[in-house]
């Protein structure tokens, strides 16, 4: 099975997405999936610039020529790819929604209706890679992840990919602290993500109780907060 993490953080292996991902990498691996990483801030993606030339005169060809096509090749021929990207104004970083405003050309232009009546594009492809979601986020709770929810809830309702798993992870500032009081939980959180990744190679999904642990907040919310206005002061 093939796996490809898009990793969306400007601040890429360094950042706190990548111990996330790291994290499920192993887990992926050690089912036996073959995983790549990658780092889309490396990568040349320029703005969509909305001439549908990709659906009318080059049908599923964007006439942009950077680093895209052969992105849509490595998320067409996987078959799950992780969305990996920080919170950024309760949302996706720039790069990410520009990766996804890119990925046009792998539906047609047509209309159709799917199964709750909305409109959404025909397919272009007989199949489409599962689909899993990790963000990690700056702030203490996990109700940040709204938007993001409501976002994983419509590409399952649009049908052209299964949403297998969204892990969100709050508090997302400490994966990487220093501080030794913080690396038990931290550790313990990436074990977590490993037996995720383990999960949805193995059964393509993420169960509830594995999904619910996951969830936790690392530390109170309470001390998180008071942490970070600390170290503002500083
Ligand atoms: C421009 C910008 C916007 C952000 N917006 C949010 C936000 O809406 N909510 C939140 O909790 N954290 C927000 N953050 C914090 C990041 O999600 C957090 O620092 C995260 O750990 C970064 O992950 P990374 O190291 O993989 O880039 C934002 C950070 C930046 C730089």
Redesign the pocket.
């Known amino acids: 099975m093939k796996v490809t993490i898009f990793n969306a953080?400007?601040?890429g292996s360094r950042?706190?997405?990548?111990i996330m991902a790291e994290a499920l990498t192993r887990g992926l691996r050690a089912a036996g999936a073959e995983v790549e990483n990658i780092f889309l801030v490396e990568k040349n993606i320029r703005h969509c610039m909305g001439c549908f030339s990709c659906w009318m005169k080059t049908p599923g060809k964007c006439v942009i020529k950077d680093d895209m096509a052969g992105l849509i090749d490595k998320s067409m021929g996987s078959d799950i790819v992780v969305y990996a990207t920080?919170?950024?104004?309760?949302y996706v970083t720039g790069i990410m929604k520009d990766f996804m405003d890119r990925m046009l050309p792998i539906v047609c232009p047509q209309f159709e209706k799917d199964a709750n009546g909305q409109t959404r594009h025909k397919k272009r492809y007989a199949k489409y890679p599962d689909f899993v979601l990790i963000s990690?986020?700056?702030?203490p709770e996990a109700a940040?992840f709204e938007v993001l929810k409501v976002y994983c809830d419509r590409k399952m309702r649009f049908g052209k990919t299964n949403v297998i798993a969204q892990i969100y992870r709050s508090q997302?500032?400490l994966l990487k602290s220093e501080d030794a009081r913080y690396k038990p939980p931290v550790e313990r959180y990436k074990e977590l993500l490993s037996r995720a990744g383990e999960e949805i190679a193995k059964n393509r999904k993420l169960s509830l109780e594995l999904k619910q642990e996951l969830e936790k907040p690392l530390i109170p919310e309470e001390e998180y907060a008071r942490e970070v206005n600390k170290s503002c002061e500083k």
């Not at 920080?86 to 309760?90: A, I, N, R």
């Not at 990690?136 to 702030?139: A, E, T």
């Open positions: 953080s400007p601040r950042g706190n997405t990548h920080p919170l950024y104004t309760d990690n986020c700056g702030f940040q997302g500032e």
